[in-house]
């Protein structure tokens, strides 16, 4: 029966991970058939929320169309050979301001206030054991209830891959087998650095761990990152960045003017120069890409970095 596949697109509310701490997702499973699939793990920027909570706002529905299940087919459709998982923060401060408390200590409107631990990396393990788990048991009323959630949560008409024979069953999902992808988008960026605090104290005080997910995490994409805090955009201390180098973490930077030309935070420019040139030093292999350098800096084209970013990073 068709409700023993793995669902191609689906919303599930309150996954558990670590010490009661919880997360709202959105999953999409791989668009082609590969035998041993990458997951790839996404944190959204402020405003990203699911539709009906986008539109309901009287600014943010002027950005809908990259609401959390648009954002998910999107990634689908750039990472074929990987299950998508959208990780909604657990919190947004006036329905606006991404809080991602669960991974990072953050103030109310979500600024980090980077901690050398935080279990940040245990949340996330748990997290995509208990997303197996939930989609493994799901009945097929629960499941088509929040199949059909997540396809109403689609705008602009956004198409599927085509169905590719051979989908897997449910009770095959194992992410947290997986080697791992993570994508950080503006906001989404202070999971990815607070992951490397966590590098660093699990490296510098050879704690002994038995996380799975740090060796399985292959690549780390840093898309056009900032936060409204005066400080910590980017990462620059050299020995946070070290850790990155000892775990052989291909990174990808892709970021726009909006940015990194915004006079009003001088910082973040100089913060991501002296974090990408510490990486090619440390011989850490780094790709950087500027976008839209050659046209205003606007929201618009902060989001679409979304669009171009995995088309530039494989040309």
């Excluded at 790839?40 to 600014?59: A, I, K, P, W, Y």
Aim: with cysteine; net charge negative; glycine share 4%.
């Amino acid at each position: 029966m068709s409700d023993q596949f793995l669902p191609d697109l689906i919303r599930l509310t309150n996954i558990s991970g670590f010490d009661n701490r919880s997360n709202d997702v959105v999953y999409c499973r791989p668009s082609t058939n590969v035998e041993n699939p990458n997951v790839c793990v996404f944190f959204g920027g402020d405003v990203q929320d699911f539709t009906e909570n986008m539109l309901s706002h009287r600014d943010n529905k002027n950005h809908v169309q990259w609401n959390l299940e648009n954002t998910a087919k999107l990634l689908q459709h750039s990472f074929v050979d990987s299950h998508i998982v959208v990780v909604r923060p657990v919190r947004m401060e006036y329905r606006t301001f991404s809080c991602y408390e669960n991974f990072v200590q953050c103030t109310h409107c979500g600024v980090p206030e980077h901690l050398p631990m935080y279990n940040g990396l245990q949340h996330l393990e748990e997290l995509l054991h208990n997303v197996s788990v939930k989609i493994q048991n799901m009945t097929e009323q629960e499941l088509n209830d929040s199949v059909q959630i997540a396809k109403n949560g689609l705008v602009d008409g956004t198409n599927s891959p085509q169905n590719a024979a051979n989908i897997p069953t449910r009770n095959t999902l194992n992410l947290d087998e997986c080697n791992v992808t993570l994508v950080g988008f503006s906001k989404g960026c202070v999971v990815l650095n607070q992951f490397l605090y966590e590098f660093d104290y699990y490296s510098s005080n050879a704690v002994a761990t038995n996380l799975k997910i740090i060796p399985k995490i292959r690549e780390m994409y840093w898309l056009d990152g900032g936060h409204s805090g005066g400080k910590n955009t980017w990462m620059t201390s050299a020995n946070l960045l070290e850790s990155i180098a000892k775990l052989g973490i291909r990174i990808m930077v892709h970021v726009t003017p909006y940015q990194i030309e915004d006079e009003r935070r001088p910082w973040i420019k100089k913060e991501e120069k002296l974090f990408s040139d510490t990486l090619k030093k440390l011989g850490v292999p780094i790709r950087r890409i500027v976008h839209f350098d050659d046209i205003p800096a606007s929201i618009q084209n902060h989001f679409n970095v979304l669009n171009v970013f995995k088309s530039a990073d494989n040309s």
